[in-house]
């Protein structure tokens, strides 16, 4: 392929344009959710890109058409521009903060669960998970806080003050033949119900009434108002099934696995978690396929 001077210098102004703006990924499909590249998106991961030579514009423009990944594309359309050298000590800080690296003793990271290749289904880990919940009863409060900050309700976790008013449930029967994957309900002091509701996903689209039958569940039955429940779906990769519940049931909101994991590691104080904890939370990072790998979905 001939590349004109006239499209050199065209790339070359692309590249040298100033600033990173999130909305550049957004511009051409946002279908990255790892914690990464998010963190590079919120501004949370400062990372400085480089500064392109004409020659390094060249051989860039020569190999781009053969590459079709989201970012050598943003590179080509000049969407996701380039300005500053890297600078990797603030690079390593800023991972740190995002993965919470130096979280010790505990961190899923460098557990090492007593059978790596173990294969969970999706009641078997909400099952586990509502157990290390409520258990210790010394720590239920605060591992339950950790949960709600990290689906992004720290405001209900104020109304947590007594263990013992707090009920943690896996597969729970409601009408119609169903079960909850995950229910949390508690009480605070002024006697007032708030619950959680979340549907855990690898792999599995939404079913269609799935998601409507569950909130009537919380409003109707247990008659839990709406600015004291949340209702979440956790899963790996939303699929175009899964788009169009959502759309149907504007409430209920959309979380990734792997944000889930990176985020609790954060805000769980380390003097309330423990080993087999740890562990379980690294079995569920080993049993997630974030590429979608032989499933359907579209991110």
């Known amino acids: 392929m001939q590349i004109t001077n006239e499209q050199i210098n065209k790339l070359q102004n692309q590249l040298n344009h100033p600033g990173f703006n999130r909305k550049d990924l957004l511009n051409i499909g946002d279908v990255s959710v790892d914690a990464v590249t998010r963190a590079m998106r919120t501004g949370i991961l400062d990372f400085q890109t480089p500064v392109w030579t004409n020659e390094t514009a060249k051989n860039l423009s020569k190999l781009g058409d053969m590459w079709s990944d989201e970012f050598c594309a943003a590179i080509r359309l000049g969407k996701l521009n380039f300005t500053r050298s890297p600078e990797w000590a603030s690079a390593i800080e800023s991972l740190d903060r995002v993965f919470n690296l130096n979280r010790k003793p505990h961190h899923l990271f460098r557990a090492k669960p007593a059978i790596p290749s173990l294969e969970l289904h999706e009641p078997q880990i909400t099952k586990v998970f509502a157990y290390f919940l409520n258990n210790p009863s010394s720590k239920r409060i605060e591992r339950v806080r950790a949960l709600l900050s ?32 995950l229910l949390i309900k508690w009480q605070d002091s002024s006697i007032q119900q708030y619950a959680v509701v979340v549907e855990a996903k690898f792999g599995n689209t939404i079913k269609t009434g799935q998601l409507s039958a569950y909130r009537n569940h919380i409003v109707y039955k247990l008659g839990i108002k709406k600015s004291r429940r949340l209702l979440v779906v956790i899963g790996e990769q939303r699929s175009r099934q899964d788009r169009m519940e959502l759309r149907r049931n504007s409430e209920w909101r959309w979380s990734t696995w792997l944000s889930l994991l990176i985020s609790y590691e954060r805000l769980l104080p380390v003097e309330y978690d423990d080993c087999d904890f740890v562990r379980f939370r690294r079995i569920i990072w080993n049993n997630l396929n974030p590429l979608g790998k032989n499933r359907k979905g579209d991110y």
């Open 150 to 181: 990290a689906l992004g309700s720290s405001s209900l976790s104020d109304s947590l003050d007594d263990a013992s008013k707090v009920r943690i449930t896996s597969e729970e029967r409601i009408e119609n033949q169903r079960r909850t994957d």
